[in-house]
């Protein structure tokens, strides 16, 4: 018995011991994480920073001084280029460096080795398979091939690495210790691997499956009508009219096989709106000062640690401040003494999906031009924690990976069709990182357009701004040379004339420099009007916060930084301008509760904006919502067909120009509906869903808490996100803020003998939730306020508002 005692008095400790320093699930190892020496008590941070420090990395050419102001923002004085990007990678480091490490396991499918759930192991195969790690190399070859570039990502890696050698487990970022993990050593790959998430953020969606299954389920002219290539409504980027200075390339020949197909000789065989951006430059003839002034607010999902890091850098030929984007070198939206400039999407279809024709189970050969043509073949080897690799094959064409040859229980995969080949241009040879270095070190227009030349994707609206008095608008990438409408629908692999048969010139990309109307402007809406003689996409964001833009700008006169403050945070909604004369008479009053009427009452009386303090704005949101599901789910909505609905520009169309269409009747009932049908069932559904969840009419049913904004952690860890901002907007306005996504960074530039900056994002510099400045600046955001940016000229510049300074030497 003796023995007995004595073995369990060993065993459970030892038992215990293993438990509380093994991660179980998404536990952390609890020893290990409440260690007082070397867990998270090591993270939290005072807030004194007033102290100077110095540290040697030994590929440092010469003395770096880094001064931080107020907001903890590096400000790098170097004396060449390649200290000045080891310094940005040091510092990126120093304050991101998880979120760094993260993302770039994200975008490499390498999150299993964190994470050991089935939703990551199907992440992870999901973007082996898609070609992020194939693409990364390419772009890395091509960046490793220019000298500036090479330059650029070596020091910024080496930087990165010597933070990484002076953390001790102690001094590991939170997450680390979260998640238990360690980081790894950076490597160039992991550069080009940060550039290919942005690409596959911004152009990886895709509709050709769903637009294929709709034109096998209606037809033709259904489609053609439903899904036309040009909106009812547009206000284009590049402004109408605009000549083009060129002379156009011959188009490739539609192939007869893609005209029968939507012409008639068919044989057997809710879109919710994404990412979006705004961005203007006013000519000087436009503002109180006489110089122009450039605004820039990218929308993307939010999260702490803020997409976005702050930075100046500063060496000979040199001196640019704005953000950059953590794990990659140089300033991507921002200004210098003489120009400025900004990015939104474009929206290009440069994604396309190839139905292949197998010969065999082997998947060794392939149909194209009437021969077997052999596959490649690539091996992803991904690590799983504490389980076996899983061995993926992933076979290739000439058009790219084949994705998927059996259906994952994925919901990110719903858009890839099983058995086809991906023609993506992040898998090209590319080098985006030269268009920063010389719109960094830009002068003038004639700069701004070189830069340009060197983009790829994704295709981005690059708005410009010069001292000269210059400005301009391009939208920008490497555009594939397609017939009209080549990618709206699954394309046949087997066929040459399907496949991309070349580019469109750099230096036809459409552009405009200084309009008659003194303004350039774009909000993610069509590129340009149907005169331009090449295709880009056939669908792009709806038109109204481009719309609205346009008429403020067209108005406005003796602009001032609090004008273009004050309009980056407009809640006005063109949609409901459109639509509420059209449904609001559809309304039966007689037939409504007393909820109900009060909410009628409200809507009679809105101003059409989504102010946080709205009532009438919650209800026309989930009012208008719901009656284009009441519209187009019958139809839409057939299992194990994936589609989507017709965009909102056309649902709007309809109600106001086809009071009788058919698609209002609602196939799954017995009786006929009509649009005044489903006008009433969603206005009192919306009434009743809001009823049910707030109780009677009261103010928690303004907007701003019915949409819950709020910035959640990077990795969704619970505690590590912000609260929520009682803040207005919605995605159809200038400020266009839903629940988790929103403007990424707001920038206000004013140009002129000292250039003045202006900007802020929702997060704050530091990726530590220890620190006062992991948060700091998301009340400002929310408040829609600017901070002033300093743009200073040396590391004694008085305007800096310093707190702190590192030195670097070798």
């Known amino acids: 018995m003796n023995k007995l005692k004595a073995l369990f008095c060993i065993l459970i400790p030892l038992g215990l011991a293993f438990l509380l320093n093994t991660k179980i699930n998404t536990t952390p190892p609890l020893l290990k994480f409440l260690n007082p020496f070397m867990g998270f008590w090591q993270n939290a941070e005072n807030n004194h920073f007033m102290f100077n420090h110095s540290v040697k990395i030994k590929g440092a050419i010469d003395k770096i001084e880094i001064v931080f102001d107020d907001r903890m923002i590096p400000h790098i004085f170097a004396q060449n280029d390649h200290d000045l990007y080891l310094a940005q990678g040091y510092v990126t480091a120093m304050h991101r460096l998880w979120q760094m490490d993260f993302q770039t ?85 992991k550069c080009a691997l940060l550039l290919k998430q942005m690409s596959a953020v911004l152009a990886m969606g895709s509709d050709e499956f769903y637009m294929t299954n709709i034109l096998k389920k209606f037809g033709p002219e259904i489609t053609k009508n439903l899904f036309p290539d040009y909106p009812y409504r547009e206000d284009p980027i590049i402004p109408v009219g605009t000549k083009w200075d060129f002379k156009p390339l011959p188009i490739p020949a539609t192939p007869k096989a893609f005209t029968d197909a939507v012409t008639g000789d068919v044989k057997t065989k809710q879109k919710i709106e994404g990412i979006g951006s705004n961005n203007w430059a006013l000519s000087g003839s436009k503002t109180a000062s006489g110089y122009p002034i450039l605004a820039n607010d990218p929308h993307l999902d939010l999260s702490l640690p803020s997409i976005w890091y702050q930075i100046q850098l500063n060496a000979p030929g040199v001196n640019t401040y704005g953000v950059s984007l953590p794990g990659a070198p140089g300033v991507i ?62 076979y290739y064409t000439h058009q790219g990976p084949v994705v998927y040859l059996q259906k994952p229980k994925f919901n990110k995969a719903n858009n890839v069709p099983v058995g086809n080949a991906l023609r993506w241009i992040a898998h090209d040879q590319s080098n985006e990182l030269l268009t920063f270095y010389f719109l960094n070190r830009g002068k003038n227009y004639d700069d701004y357009r070189k830069a340009l030349t060197f983009y790829t994707a994704p295709a981005q609206n690059f708005v410009f701004a010069s001292v000269d008095n210059d400005i301009s608008i391009t939208p920008n990438g490497k555009f594939p040379l397609k017939w009209k409408e080549q990618g709206k629908y699954i394309l046949d692999g087997s066929d040459p004339a399907n496949d991309w048969q070349g580019w469109i010139p750099a230096s036809q990309n459409p552009t405009v420099k200084n309009p008659p109307r003194g303004f350039v402007s774009s909000a993610n809406q069509s590129s340009t009007d149907q005169t ?97 599901d009441d519209i187009w789910s019958d139809d839409f909505e057939v299992a194990g067909i994936p589609m989507r609905y017709p965009s909102r520009d056309r649902t709007v169309e309809m109600i106001i120009n086809e009071p009788k269409s058919k698609w209002y009747d609602n196939t ?143």
Request: proline share 4%; with cysteine; charged share 25%.
């Open 105 to 189: 396991r994200f975008a490499a499918g390498r999150i299993s080795e964190v994470v050991t759930s089935q939703p990551a192991r199907e992440s992870d195969r999901y973007q082996r398979r898609m070609g992020m790690v194939y693409g990364a190399e390419n772009s890395l070859k091509g960046m490793m091939a220019d000298p500036k570039s090479k330059e650029m990502v070596l020091a910024y890696t080496e930087g990165i690495n010597a933070y990484i050698k002076t953390l001790s487990k102690a001094k590991y970022p939170l997450e680390y210790k979260i998640l238990d993990f360690k980081p790894e050593e950076w490597t160039p790959l």
């Open 668 to 810: 799954k009932t017995s009786k006929i509906e009509t649009l005044s049908d489903l006008v009433n069932e969603a206005f009192k559904y919306s009434c009743d869903s809001l009823e049910r969840r707030f109780g009677p009419i009261n103010s928690d049913w303004n907007w701003a808490n019915v949409k819950q904004t709020h910035v959640p952690h990077l990795a969704k860890i619970p505690g590590l996100g912000s609260k929520v901002l009682l803040i207005g907007g919605a995605k159809s306005t200038i400020n266009a803020i839903s629940e988790t996504n929103g403007p990424s960074w707001r920038m206000v530039i004013e140009l002129g003998k000292t250039p003045k900056g202006h900007g802020v994002y929702p997060g704050g510099q530091s990726g530590n939730p220890g620190s006062k400045f992991y948060d700091n600046m998301v009340d400002t955001w929310a408040q829609g306020k600017l901070y002033d940016l300093f743009f200073m000229q040396s590391p004694t510049d008085a305007s800096g508002k310093i707190i702190s300074r590192l030195k670097i030497s070798k």
């Open 532 to 628: 331009y003689p090449y295709y880009i996409n056939w669908e792009f964001a709806p038109y109204e916060r481009g719309k609205h833009i346009n008429d403020r700008l067209t108005a406005m006169t003796k602009a001032t930084l609090d004008s273009i403050r004050l309009m980056q945070t407009d809640n006005y909604s063109v949609m409901a301008q459109n639509l509420m004369p059209a449904i609001m008479p559809l309304v039966n009053k007689d037939h409504l509760n007393a909820t109900q009427k009060e909410a009628l009452s409200y809507l009679t009386k809105w101003n059409k904006r989504y102010d946080a303090n709205e009532i009438a704005a919650s209800v026309f949101e989930i009012w208008t919502k719901r009656l284009s």
């Open 333 to 394: 939206i921002g200004f210098n003494q003489k120009i400025a400039w900004g990015v939104t999407n474009v929206a290009a279809d440069v994604l396309d999906f190839y139905q292949i024709k197998f010969k065999d189970s082997t998947h060794n050969e392939y149909w194209y031009n009437n021969k077997w043509t052999k596959t490649s073949k690539r091996i992803e080897t991904i690590k799983v924690r504490g389980d076996k690799d899983i061995i993926d094959t992933v």
